[in-house]
């Protein structure tokens, strides 16, 4: 080796240099490989209720309706449910929007609900702006006054309100109209003697309106129910039905609302629809949500 050591051919730092190169690939490797996949946030729906609004027992029964609504969604882990009676002045509700990523609305003239308050419609828009989902059901669509008709329609894509409201209780057919969407999985026609609105403003032929389930009221195939993909990306839907609480019994009742929930916080549906079951404990009215019933305004 003519005196000199192997170090000075530069050869074995160069081979150190090497091993360390290929252990620390191998560490970074073996870290990406083990490191847990995190899972997703579970989606926060915000579930808004009042008290009695004056209509007979049996009728407009929000509160209860939304316990129901929140047992219906119990089996979705993706989706975290939270209930909140919303009885006027609500103040804590531009709060408890923008922590939403969703919201189902049971309450008394929907439209004036969203935009009675500018700090609360404010709130509102925010929502939908971050592709918030948006959940109107019966009373919950539209408002007496037809001032309230634009800022509702941008938001959920059908209200009504002003001389053009009209209202029908009647047994009549329902059909579902667009039976590859989503929210009519393992729906089928029926039959319902219930309390609809009809004759509604549409976000009919925009972009992303689909109209879901028509009902037969005047002779007319009336749009009671539909499912928007708003230009935001967020989504909407609404269902006029459900006056009668004991409609919280049926299946396709049931089945529908929690299909409209879950679609609009974009989450999965099962092709031949949900499974659903309320029990009936659940279903029930509780006493002291129908002790103080104020008169029909």
Known sequence: ????????????????????????????????????????????????????????????????????????????????????????????????????????????????????????????????????????????????????????????????????????VLETDVTVASPQHPVASGLRNFRVHDEFYYRLDLKRGAPGFTPLLTARVEDNDEVACWAWQRPDGGRSFGYVGIHFHIHWGREDYQRLVTQGVLWTLDQPIPQDGVKVGVEPEVLAIKQSENAVRPAKK
Do not use: C
């Open 1 to 168: 080796m003519n005196g000199l050591r192997p170090t000075s051919l530069g050869y074995k730092p160069q081979r150190l240099a090497l091993s360390s190169r290929w252990l620390w690939l191998l560490a970074l490797a073996f870290g990406v490989l083990v490191t847990p996949v995190r899972a997703a946030e579970p989606k926060r729906l915000l579930i808004i209720g009042q008290g009695p609004d004056g209509h007979p027992p049996g009728t407009h029964e929000f509160m209860p309706g939304a316990r129901i609504v929140e047992r219906l969604l119990k089996p979705f882990p993706a989706v975290q449910t939270t209930i909140v009676r919303a009885d006027e002045p609500w103040a804590d509700g531009p709060a408890l929007l923008d922590k939403a990523d969703g919201v189902v609305l049971l309450v008394t003239q929907g439209a004036q609900f969203m935009q009675m308050n500018p700090v609360r419609h404010e709130a509102f828009k925010r929502l939908a702006a971050r592709k918030g989902g948006l959940v109107a059901l019966h009373w919950s669509v539209g408002a007496k006054d037809e001032k309230y008709i634009q800022g509702q329609l941008e938001l959920l894509g059908g209200t009504r309100g002003g001389t053009q409201r009209k209202y029908k």
